[in-house]
């Protein structure tokens, strides 16, 4: 069974930080490319960061030079490393891992930037 636990979402104020952790289970985790994206109530989800097989990362332009993707082939886990958080990164938070036509997702982690 194949399962994406996601942590670390949390209330934060602009200007704060937040680390969220994405732990995968039931797959071979080296071999899928790992994405975070996010979800505001009544918008589409976004992508927000990328991390392949061989570690090239990719952002969205709302998040470059703020957020740090990486992840641990031991662990399993992917992290998402937020800086400098302003109030319209106030989102649900959710991991997906993509090999070849296989897709998961976890549950989601609440991230709310506010003074």
């Known amino acids: 069974q194949v399962q994406l636990v996601e942590s670390g979402g949390d209330l934060v104020r602009p200007g704060g930080s937040l680390r969220l952790s994405c732990a995968a289970s039931?797959?071979?985790?080296?071999?899928?490319?790992m994405k975070w994206y996010r979800q505001v109530p009544g918008k589409q989800r976004e992508l927000v960061a990328l991390i392949t097989t061989s570690t090239t990362t990719n952002y969205a332009d709302s998040v470059k030079g703020r957020f740090t993707i990486f992840r641990d082939n031991d662990k399993s886990t992917v992290y998402l490393q937020m800086n400098s958080l302003k109030p319209e990164d106030t989102a649900v938070y959710y991991c997906?891992?993509?090999?070849?036509?296989?897709?998961?997702w976890g549950q989601g982690t609440q991230v709310t930037v506010s003074s």
């Open positions: 039931g797959i071979t985790f080296r071999l899928y490319s």
């Open positions: 997906n891992a993509n090999f070849q036509s296989l897709y998961y």
